[in-house]
């Protein structure tokens, strides 16, 4: 039972553009929302998150999108850059339950093209 | 560097044998995870550790067994190990239990021949 998922497994995009990852979930316990960026041969590193009292978060060039009642949330880059190209992975938690172990998705290979 | 550290990097084994990962997580941070990542999968969540105690299990064979030490240090056995086991082996750590920024080591790439 895949309670995260990212159904574009690749995104291609070109230097300068927007990139738009999205991210569907079915637990409507989930309360917190993180995205990971992964690079080959490295662990995943932590870009930024929302929690659910929220409907968006910005840093920088990284912006991420809430919609609850669509169980929905996205990433996004603006602009893109050649150094974005990598994996990204949504994950979420329960973050005011007993455990707060991180249900990821399968993730997305971004390419950013020159 | 997220100051999560996993040895070793690489690891070469044949099926039925039994294996040890080691995580030490960033200082000050209390709890370990343990997280699996096959070919083409997502990392899919396989137990937690908060100072010294299991605190959640996911989808972790009973093969599989892992503990953390008095020194939050943390270790991941897989043992009869199948083919099927190949993948890599992610840790991360967290200052506590509420704390959904994990930070990730680099991961250990099992290779079952």
């Known amino acids: 039972d895949q309670q995260v998922k990212q159904n574009s497994p690749s995104l291609s995009v070109q230097e300068g553009r927007i990139s738009i990852l999205n991210c569907d979930y079915t637990?409507?316990?989930?309360?917190?929302f993180l995205w990971y960026k992964k690079y080959p041969a490295e662990g995943p590193t932590f870009l930024i998150s929302i929690s659910s009292i929220k409907d968006k978060n910005e840093d920088g060039r990284f912006t991420v999108f809430l919609n609850k009642s669509a169980k929905h949330l996205s990433l996004h880059i603006v602009p893109s850059q050649p150094g974005d190209s990598a994996v990204y992975f949504c994950?979420?938690?329960?973050?005011?339950?007993?455990?707060?172990?991180?249900?990821f998705g399968t993730g997305t290979l971004l390419a950013v093209q020159p | 560097d997220s100051g999560v550290t996993q040895t070793p990097k690489h690891l070469i084994t044949a099926t039925g044998q039994r294996v040890t990962l080691r995580c030490s997580p960033r200082?000050?941070?209390?709890?370990v995870y343990w997280y699996q990542q096959s070919l083409d999968q997502g990392l899919q969540f396989l137990i937690q550790y908060y100072n010294g105690e299991e605190r959640a299990k996911g989808n972790i064979l009973e093969r599989f067994s892992a503990q953390q030490f008095p020194d939050l240090h943390s270790e991941l056995n897989l043992s009869s190990l199948e083919l099927g086991d190949s993948a890599l082996y992610f840790c991360?750590?967290?200052?506590?239990?509420?704390?959904?920024?994990?930070?990730f080591g680099q991961g250990t790439r099992l290779t079952v021949v």
């Open positions: 637990n409507s316990m989930f309360d917190y």
């Open positions: 991360a750590s967290s200052v506590d239990w509420g704390n959904t920024e994990a930070f």
């Open positions: 200082s000050g941070d209390l709890s």
């Open positions: 994950a979420a938690s329960n973050y005011g339950g007993a455990t707060n172990k991180l249900i």
